[in-house]
């Protein structure tokens, strides 16, 4: 018997199968540039809490001791630093350090460790240190980074006499 001619055939037409595609299209390109931004993001983070891990380490040292520990701006790097310790009770300093009256302990850490975030900024006082004496008192500091993928700018400051941390974040000029 033959199908009335008033019914309409059971499948999808060609245009409700584009629509359908294209709309599966746009959602799943939403969704992965969500994912890669929130990835970023997060990526972009782990810096700064190595950083701030760092100081507040150093902070510690230096209450524990009884000397004055810090973290050294570009020794052998620009973009790197190392925890250092004052051995000889004068303070800490760069000639000390050179002379080895002043010791550096473990690696070089790097503050540009990712592709994606590049140092645009480095306030780390006059000799390029971030110094903790022995009351627990340190210089303030602060570090930005670029995110292009973000197109933002993200600094980190420490203010040394609080030892708190505040993060500001713009959009790149």
């Not at 799943?28 to 809490?49: M, N, Y």
């Not at 100081?55 to 701006?73: E, M, P, Y």
């Not at 500091?141 to 292009?148: E, I, L, S």
């Amino acid at each position: 018997m033959k199908r009335p001619l008033h019914l309409p055939e059971s499948g999808w037409t060609l245009t409700e199968i584009l629509i359908n595609l294209s709309l599966i299209g746009l959602l799943a390109g939403f969704t992965l540039s969500v994912v890669h931004a929130w990835q970023v993001r997060s990526k972009v983070l782990e810096i700064p809490q190595v950083l701030t891990a760092d100081i507040v380490h150093a902070q510690g040292t230096a209450l524990r001791q009884g000397r004055s520990v810090g973290l050294v701006l570009g020794l052998s790097d620009p973009r790197g630093y190392r925890v250092c310790i004052d051995m000889n009770g004068d303070g800490l300093s760069r000639s000390d350090i050179q002379t080895g009256l002043d010791v550096c302990s473990g690696p070089e850490i790097r503050l540009e460790q990712l592709p994606w975030a590049q140092v645009v900024e480095l306030r780390w006082g006059a000799h390029r240190m971030i110094v903790c004496d022995a009351w627990g008192l340190c210089t303030s500091a602060a570090t930005c980074w670029a995110v292009p993928a973000l197109r933002e700018r993200w600094c980190l400051v420490w203010n040394g006499t609080t030892g708190q941390t505040r993060w500001e974040r713009s959009p790149i000029p």
